[in-house]
């Protein structure tokens, strides 16, 4: 069964940098379509990225272009999302998930697999 831990979560001023990891167990993620989503309290989980399986193609939220970047790396079983300029309502809880199919989503429902978390604070 796959299993999915994020890290690197943390607190950081505005307009300074994460780099989120999410390590797979359990399972190769190489035939895994990858995402990352975000709950901020109150709020509905978003879609903030996603990557095919082969790397590929990648797409994201609009609130995100520019500033964020997914990657994976697929020998060591792990997605990335590099955070940049970040801003204080990038505040939330971000999650990685994995998907099995053809085609990128952000779309929460589309997810099968889900790691638990990791809180990133953006405030000075």
């Known amino acids: 069964q796959l299993q999915l831990v994020e890290s690197g979560g943390g607190l950081v001023q505005p307009g300074g940098s994460l780099r989120l990891s999410c390590a797979a167990s359990?399972?190769?993620?190489?035939?895994?379509?990858m995402g990352w989503f975000r709950q901020a309290p109150g709020k509905e989980r978003e879609g903030v990225s996603c990557?095919?399986?082969?790397?590929?193609?990648?797409n994201y939220a609009d609130s995100v272009k520019g500033r964020f970047t997914i990657s994976r790396d697929n020998a060591k079983n792990t997605v990335y999302l590099e955070m940049n300029n970040l801003k204080p309502e990038d505040t939330a809880v971000y999650y990685c998930?994995?998907?099995?199919?053809?085609?990128?989503?952000?779309?929460?429902?589309?997810?099968?697999?889900w790691g638990q978390g990791t809180q990133v604070t953006v405030s000075s």
């Open positions: 990557i095919m399986s082969s790397g590929g193609f990648t």
């Open positions: 359990g399972r190769t993620l190489d035939y895994y379509i």
């Open positions: 998930a994995a998907r099995t199919g053809y085609f990128c989503s952000r779309v929460p429902y589309d997810f099968g697999s």
